[in-house]
């Protein structure tokens, strides 16, 4: 992980290994997934006004 401190990049910090993600996110290698990345919609710009800037 990275955080930005007034828009700076700071160290890399491990934050651990074998973690579990209990709301539902998995992380895999993306070769493993038969997904044609170049023909995905452009994503949308989420409304600023929804944002509270976390990243």
Do not use: K, W
């Not at 992380?27 to 493993?32: H, R």
């Amino acid at each position: 992980m990275v955080q930005f401190v007034n828009g700076a990049p700071q160290a890399p910090q491990v934050l651990g290994q074998n973690l579990s993600f209990p709301d539902g996110v998995t992380v895999v290698d993306s070769s493993q997934i038969g997904v044609n990345f170049l023909r995905l919609p452009v994503a949308v710009e989420p409304d600023p006004s929804t944002c509270n800037g976390s990243g």
